[in-house]
Nanobody, 127 residues
Framework: QVQLVESGGGSVQAGGSLRLSCVGSGYMYSRHLMAWFRQPPGKEREGVAY????????YCTDSVKGRFTISRDNAKNTLYLQMNSLQPEDTAMYYC????????????????????WGQGTQVTVSS
């Protein structure tokens, strides 16, 4: 079955960096769109960024543009999220998600479009 395992979360001070990883198994990784979502305390889950099977990238929220970088390594079945210049408002549980798509496309910032999720990794940024 599809499995996603995130790692790399932690506690950092504002301005610091973290690199999240998500290793996938149980499916044809290279044909799947991969995404990062986050859920701040007491708030709904929101899209951060996604990357299509052909490498097309979309950032879902303006607040992460220029600070976060999503990437994937198909040979390692691994998705990454490099997070720089972290701010307290980035504090959240971060989840990776995946789904099969026929090609890179738009419209995948909605968590309702994903069936497969990891368990999440906590990111806490202190001021």
């Amino acid at each position: 079955q599809v499995q996603l395992v995130e790692s790399g979360g932690g506690s950092v001070q504002a301005g610091g960096s973290l690199r999240l990883s998500c290793v996938g198994s149980g499916y044809m990784y290279s044909r799947h769109l991969m995404a990062w979502f986050r859920q701040p305390p007491g708030k709904e889950r929101e899209g951060v960024a996604y990357i299509g099977p052909n490498g097309g990238i979309t950032y879902c929220t303006d607040s992460v543009k220029g600070r976060f970088t999503i990437s994937r390594d198909n040979a390692k079945n691994t998705l990454y999220l490099q997070m720089n210049s972290l701010q307290p408002e980035d504090t959240a549980m971060y989840y990776c998600a995946t789904r099969f798509v026929l090609a890179d496309s738009l419209g995948y910032c909605d968590p309702g479009r994903f069936a497969y999720w990891g368990q999440g990794t906590q990111v806490t940024v202190s001021s």
